[in-house]
């Protein structure tokens, strides 16, 4: 899992206007993304930090999951209204993303990889 800077984020992901210009949203990724913003601080954070960790090397090559400091990168958090955390931004490749707040297991994070973002659970046979 990749940690996220205001600098890597607009290479990666959007300029979505932090680069002066107009705040529209155009996801540059090759692949569905996932953002988790967080605090070290943070209970809730460090418990789906082991679960997205995880999930990241089982969905490889299928679904990017980044992470972003919300203490270290104030300017982003506030830029997407993060005011509790953990919160999750889902990007799917086409269409907008979506957030949910709170820690989420397992079993709702795959959901939701399903859902928002069209990324099947890997059938091991």
Not at 25 to 45: E, M, N, Q, R, T
Request: negative net charge.
């Amino acid at each position: 899992m990749e940690h996220l800077t205001l600098d890597t984020f607009k290479e990666k992901i959007c300029e979505c206007g932090l680069g002066g210009g107009e705040a529209k949203w155009a996801f540059k990724g090759k692949i569905p993304a996932v953002i988790d913003f967080y605090a070290d601080w943070c209970g809730p954070c460090k418990m789906v930090s082991p679960i997205l960790e995880k999930l990241s090397k089982e969905y490889e090559g299928r679904l990017n999951i980044y992470k972003v400091n919300t203490d270290e990168e104030q300017r982003l958090a506030g830029m997407f209204g993060i005011s509790s955390i953990p919160s999750i931004l889902f990007i799917p490749i086409d269409g907008k993303p979506q957030m949910s707040a709170g820690a989420l297991p397992e079993k709702e994070l795959k959901r939701l990889f399903r859902e928002i973002l069209e990324v099947e659970e890997s059938v091991v046979a």
